[in-house]
């Protein structure tokens, strides 16, 4: 991470931050001692162990459904991504609380907490003898043991999990979003500084899930599941002090009001006025003063000419009620929300991917020789060490090697295009399918040449063989997931980055659901109609090699969507430099400092 230092005039106006960035106080803040790297060293030092946290549970969890609870694999696998996909869209609920009550601080303390209960609750649940479920007796097959959890032990494990996804959704669209604001992007030196941030945050979400895919799933797999639970739960514990320890150099954005309500009141507003025709001087449209916009911290949006038939409820005639007129921004708000949609629904598809990472191909694992040596073998999770391994390689090598290159011929800051990166991480989710496809044909050719078709048996065919689809799907994050991150907080307007952040959350989770509503269609489906079922209880009869052919045309198809959808897709203006009709942009901070210092003045005289 490059560390720019800079002088700023000491207690002098200009040393405050110029974005609207307060404490927790509410007061101005110098940019000189807070945020930047300082301010995000103990943001990312959160991500790292809450990561270790979460991907501790997460990743082995198909293993313990199956061998612990005794579901099947279609059973299990949905309910990994059942369970997932809730993960991934309670930062709806974060995103809204945050940006229209509570602010991104508060929500994300009062989310921890959460958080950890729920941690907690699922470490009792696999440690203690009442609530774990019975043990089979020793040298008693899985399949042969009649012992199984009562519901009051499932409902406490399921209860367990679920309070997590609650707490996710406060601290998932928050922290990277509160990561971004310790940037003030009207000063040059940082504007900078945070085109590199979320590669780095990529790197230690996956730094942290490097230890969870190893280490820990190694103890969940030899040691015990109470100890295996028991040190991401401190892991948690110890990431939320992090976090608290960092909040004297921490920039806060003041609530905005609820997101969901100014964009309501657009499209009530354009739909009464739908007959009301549009001038053709966009001056002429309903905006604030800029002294109304400085005296709210809020920044001024110019007018564009994108979703041009929303200027109607911008347009000056009859009631002036909140949801009959609107201002040019709050309708250039609603645009930039509506306007990234289709590149919402364009990564739910590789959000699903994810999913089959955690699930299937963990799966396939168990089938393999895992053996390394004569006195160890590989826990199946564990070769989604490999996907992290090869992120944290390939994300270095981007942001060091590759920008600086293209850089100089595209000009362009991030080397290419947001939705370049995306477009890259689509092709490469379609080889890792068909990838999978030539791997699965080969495990199944090897069961048929030795006829082992029991559900235990094990294929003489090393699990390396599925090394290349691991790698490559860390290779695919390093596009993909950054690039998605980075293109809905960039992309969404100031007041409602917690919401842009949570469209990313939300790809993740509808990819997940779409996982779980697929893999069981397909699974009854093809039971039905073809001569055997794609996905079994037992892999060893299934034919996972047709449902990843499957899933590689889908990929096809989503990556021509995404490519028309793309085309289309016009950036926002820079609104640090905007030279628009509208281009009156504010410095909210430096006047909101010198205002503030003025109040303190005057109440000392009086």
């Known amino acids: 991470m ?7 005039a000491a207690y002098g106006a200009e040393d405050y931050t110029q974005d609207g960035t307060v404490d927790l106080q509410g007061r101005p803040v110098f940019r000189s001692n807070t945020g930047r790297w300082r301010a995000c060293s103990f943001i990312v030092g959160y991500e790292v162990f809450e990561r270790m946290a979460y991907y501790g549970i997460a990743s082995n969890l198909v293993v313990y459904l199956t061998t612990k609870l005794h579901e099947g694999t279609v059973t299990s696998s949905n309910n990994v991504t059942n369970w997932v996909g809730t993960v991934w869209m309670t930062p709806l609920l974060g995103a809204y609380i945050a940006d229209a009550h509570l602010g991104r601080y508060w929500t994300f303390v009062i989310a921890s907490a959460i958080y950890l209960v729920g941690m907690s609750l699922l470490t009792l649940a696999v440690s203690l003898p009442a609530l774990r479920p019975p043990s089979c007796d020793h040298g008693i097959k899985l399949e042969d043991c009649e012992r199984r959890a009562s519901p009051f032990q499932v409902a406490i494990f399921y209860c367990g999990l679920y309070i997590i996804a609650l707490g996710t959704g406060g601290t998932k669209p928050n922290i990277s979003t509160m990561g971004a604001d310790q940037f003030d992007e009207f000063e040059p030196k940082e504007k900078i500084q945070k085109l590199s941030f979320f590669n780095w945050w990529m790197f230690s979400i996956f730094f942290g899930t490097l230890f969870s895919n190893t280490i820990l799933i190694y103890i969940q797999d030899n040691v015990g599941w109470a100890l295996g639970y028991g040190l991401p739960t401190i892991g948690l514990a110890f990431s939320i002090l992090v976090f608290l320890t960092g909040t004297k150099f921490y920039r806060h954005k003041l609530p905005s009001g609820s997101p969901f309500s100014r ?58 009620s909140p949801w009959m007129l609107c201002s040019v921004t709050q309708v250039e708000e609603t645009k930039q929300m509506i306007k990234m949609v289709p590149i919402l629904i364009a990564t739910f598809l590789p959000s699903m991917m994810l999913a089959q990472g955690g699930t299937l191909f963990v799966k396939q694992g168990t089938t393999l020789d895992r ?32 920008v600086p290159v293209m850089r100089k011929y595209t000009k362009n800051p991030r080397g290419i295009t947001l939705l370049q990166r995306l477009g890259i991480g689509l092709v490469l989710h379609i080889i890792i399918l068909m990838t999978a496809f030539f791997a699965e044909r080969r495990r199944l050719s090897v069961i048929q040449e030795h006829k082992l078709f029991g559900k235990r048996d094990t294929v003489p065919l090393t699990i390396f063989i599925l090394l ?5 799907a860390g290779i695919a994050d390093t596009f993909v997931e950054v690039a998605k991150i980075e293109f809905f907080y960039d992309q969404a307007p100031q007041g409602m980055k917690s919401l842009g952040t949570s469209y990313f959350t939300t790809s993740l989770g509808i990819g997940s659901f779409l996982s779980s509503f697929l893999l069981k269609t397909v699974a009854e489906f093809t039971k039905k109609h073809a001569k055997r079922g794609w996905i079994l209880d037992n892999l060893n009869l ?11 045309c889908l990929s096809f198809l989503n990556l021509l969507f995404f490519l028309v959808v793309s085309k289309y897709y016009v950036y926002n203006a ?23 210092k003025d109040a303190t003045n005057s109440l000392l005289m009086s």
């Open 574 to 596: 820079d609104t640090t430099e905007s030279t628009g009709d509208f281009a009156v942009e504010t410095l909210p901070r430096k006047n909101s400092a010198q205002a503030y």
């Open 2 to 8: 490059e560390k720019v230092e800079e002088k700023g």
């Open 371 to 402: 053996s390394i040596g004569p006195h160890f073998d590989i826990p199946p999770a564990c070769l989604s060490a490999f996907v992290t391994i090869f992120m944290l390689i390939s994300l270095v090598l981007y942001d060091r090697y590759f």
């Open 263 to 320: 964009i309501a009141h657009v499209l009530v507003a354009f739909i009464r006025k739908w007959r009301v025709p549009i001038p053709d001087d966009p001056k002429e449209l309903y905006e604030l003063s800029l002294e109304e916009y400085t005296n709210s911290e809020k920044v001024r949006i110019d007018h564009s000419t994108s979703l041009g038939f929303l200027d109607k409820a911008a347009v000056k005639s009859g009631p002036t």
């Open 542 to 552: 299934s034919h996972l090699d047709y449902y990843y052919l499957f899933l590689a």
């Open 468 to 472: 290349p689809q691991f790698a490559l």
